[in-house]
């Protein structure tokens, strides 16, 4: 076996090759005695997968990965032992094709395999080169299929059929496409599998001799106009024929393309002259002529399709493409990874060469999607979208040419253009006419993006955006809006505690060395975080202030009860506040603001109603400086106040009466409760609550968060 693997890997150094040749032994030496469920030795298994990889050209490491990707998972070897004896590289791929180790007992069969898909493809984002293994040792596992039990082929079949056959696809990697496609089929239907396959071995020979011929007319047309290249003829496969027969509704003897042509050619400039010879020669059907050579595919697949009325009058399929452009279509993303060309840089370390970067740049969606911030059931929905997509390919008035999943909308083509393009998107024309933001984009479609400086992204548009990425950056803008209001929210309630403890916050905060032991305590980077957290209802604000105190140089102690200049004593009303210097003065407490007691304050006067009471944070005074009169909260008054509150969630049936069963369990009194769905399967519910100040509101934001499909609560202005 290892004989196998060693002339495969010719355009390795013999250096390489000893690394694989030990590699080898250490696997055969752990695998000793192991078998797999169809009798056969184990070690045959890491060596075809080994085999496949070096057909794809990979480097050692990838090779000796191959061959050890199972050792730690399945015998007693540590991971140490792999670092010590083939280096970190090595591990560092063996670790990404391992399944986790930690399954919960109450964790969904489904739950696991969607959770060790994260894993797997958060692995692959960070080496290209874990895909491979993967994908060859899928390729494997599906080759030696038929001894599992029925339920076990179904499983690994549709896993197949729905992740890695579309990743291979999505990577360009058609040869392994196209075997995982029709290895899975077999299991899937197997009813249709033996039809489509019986059917098309009735008539092969005949089909053959017809291919054969058309090519030697396509050859003589290369050999009359001096054009040099290659004519292969190839059957398609059978789950493409089950694809054509179910998309377009039609019986296995109404498909007439069952072989193609394929013609390889020396440069561009061939392809096109040699479509115009071909049309000469036979008439092409209309509708069937394809450039992906001009409007290259997702996967950077590039060629000329066309379709011809041959002899008979049997249509038969033509690609054109050049020698360079089969070898991506055949080896995708592999053709591509030089590490047999790395370069050093001055320290050592492996760099990629320029051109490889673009390929770099195309898997980062990978480690995006991984690590979206999704339960596992969404995960697996966005990925299956993110890589089985069929294409829609539409452009700006300008021409430029942009590939869209099909069922794309205008907000998918503007965060396509670009972020900021999405973020101020507030209207669209397709086809020079206005357009809503939810219509589906065709091929061909022209599309301009209307937007304004004014203008930001609606959680609505979760609910028909079609492109995960699109789905991610308009989460991210919105993360980013409800931590900033966090961050205003928290510095006024951290300032109103320091304020209670006769602490100025501008004078505590500005020196480092009281302000450094407290973001350590809490965890926090930087004081905009502590600000966050305390919004987000992460810590109290008063427990903070208290620790500002504790390690204050000079420690002061609060006052019984905050004294004015003036002996006078303050005169209150039922709102719970004092004012300076004024007597029976009315008072009432903003509605755009809700303040409550721990929260800092400033009265406003206004014309024939008083004083009105509004957070120092609100918007509506600060234009008004010579109006504001200082207030500020009695501490022995004994009232209830109004707070709103949004509750983000994810909606299900019974989530509006378990959050309104936990205010109820707090004995608070509700005044408002409404429910509205957000799209994208959220919802949020707005309350009103009456309570006795700041702190009673945190306690309930922090109850709240714990409800079931809760992931965010704030307090409205």
């Known amino acids: 076996m290892l004989d196998k693997i060693l002339e495969q890997t010719d355009y390795l150094s013999q250096r390489d090759k000893n690394k694989i040749q030990q590699a080898y032994a250490f696997s055969c030496q752990k695998h000793e005695g192991q078998k797999r469920v169809s009798g056969d030795p184990y070690i045959t298994h890491p060596v075809e997968v080994a085999l496949i990889l070096a057909e794809l050209r990979q480097d050692a490491d990838t090779l000796c990965a191959a061959l050890l990707h199972d050792v730690v998972e399945d015998t007693a070897t540590t991971e140490a032992e792999i670092e010590k004896l083939f280096g970190k590289e090595v591990l560092t791929l063996v670790k990404g094709v391992t399944k986790l180790t930690e399954i919960k007992i109450s964790q969904s069969r489904e739950e696991v395999q969607a959770e060790n898909t994260r894993k797997m493809f958060l692995a692959m984002a960070k080496d290209i080169r874990i895909v491979f293994i993967k994908l060859a040792d899928r390729l494997h596992n599906m080759r030696t299929l038929e001894p599992l039990p029925r339920n076990r082929q179904i499983d690994n079949a549709r896993e197949t059929m729905d992740i890695f056959a579309p990743l291979a696809h999505r990577l360009g990697l058609g040869l392994i496409k196209w075997e995982l496609e029709d290895l899975s089929f077999r299991y899937l239907e197997p009813e249709q599998f033996q039809m489509i396959r019986a059917k098309v071995a009735e008539k092969r020979q005949e089909r053959e001799d017809y291919i054969q011929d058309f090519c030697q007319r396509v050859e003589n047309v290369l050999k009359d106009n001096n054009i040099h290249g290659e004519v292969s003829g190839r059957a398609k496969h059978f789950y493409s024929i089950y694809r054509k027969m179910q998309t377009q509704h039609l019986e296995f003897e109404q498909i007439y393309d069952l072989s193609a042509v394929r013609v390889l050619v020396d440069s561009e400039r061939d392809c096109y002259g040699l479509l115009g010879l071909i049309h000469a020669q036979w008439k092409p059907i209309p509708g069937k002529i394809k450039d992906y050579i001009a409007m290259p595919k997702e996967n950077n697949y590039q060629s000329l399709h066309t379709t011809v009325i041959g002899q008979e009058g049997r249509q038969v399929e033509i690609q054109i493409r050049t020698f ?79 590939s869209l999943c099909q069922g794309a909308t205008p907000v998918d083509f503007a965060y396509q253009v670009h972020t900021e393009v999405g973020n101020c998107c507030v209207g669209a024309k397709v086809n020079n006419k206005i357009a809503p933001l939810d219509a589906e984009l065709h091929n061909g479609d022209v599309v301009e993006i209307l937007t304004s400086k004014t203008a930001k992204p609606n959680s609505d548009w979760l609910a028909f955006v079609q492109n995960p990425r699109t789905k991610t950056k308009i989460k991210s803008w919105i993360a980013k809006q409800n931590k900033q209001a966090h961050l205003e929210t928290g510095k006024e309630m951290l300032a109103a505690a320091l304020k209670e403890l006769l602490l100025d916050a501008g004078d505590v905060l500005a020196q480092e060395k009281y302000l450094e032991p407290i973001l350590k305590r809490y965890n926090f980077q930087a004081l905009d975080d502590l600000y966050v957290g305390i919004g987000h209802g992460d810590v109290a604000s008063k427990a903070v202030a208290r620790t500002f105190q504790e390690n204050f140089k ?164």
């Not at 370390?349 to 059931?377: C, G, V």
């Not at 721990?598 to 109603?609: K, L, N, Q, R």
């Open 324 to 402: 360079d452009m089969h070898h991506q279509a055949e080896y995708g993303i592999a053709a591509h990874w030089l590490y047999k060309q790395i370069d050093k840089s001055k320290t050592g370390k492996k760099r990629l060469k320029p051109k490889d970067m673009d390929y770099i740049d195309k898997m980062t969606w990978l480690r995006r999607l991984a690590e979206e911030k999704s339960d596992n059931a969404e995960f697996i929905a966005d990925l299956k979208t993110e890589i089985l997509f069929d294409e829609v390919y539409v452009s700006t008035p300008k021409g430029d040419i942009y």
């Open 554 to 717: 000079e420690k002061q102690q609060p006052a019984e009860e905050p004294k004015p200049i003036f002996e006078k004593p303050h005169k209150t009303n039922s709102a719970g506040v004092v004012v300076d210097g004024l007597d029976s003065v009315m008072i009432r407490l903003a509605n755009c603001c809700h303040p409550l007691p721990g929260d800092a304050i400033t009265g406003f006067v206004t014309m024939g109603y008083g004083i009105t009471v509004h957070r120092t944070s609100c918007k509506n005074i600060s234009k008004l400086a010579e109006r504001k009169i200082g207030v500020f909260w009695q501490t022995s008054a004994q009232n209830t106040y109004a707070a709103s509150l949004e509750v983000a969630g994810f909606d299900r049936v019974g989530i509006f009466k378990d959050i309104l069963n936990v205010v109820s369990d707090t004995g608070l009194n509700v005044q408002e409760a409404t429910a509205r769905k957000t799209g994208n399967g959220e919802c949020k519910i707005h309350l009103v609550i009456d309570v006795s100040g700041l702190d009673q509101l945190l306690h309930l934001m922090s109850v709240l968060k714990k409800v079931k499909d809760v992931y965010d609560v704030y307090r409205l202005n």
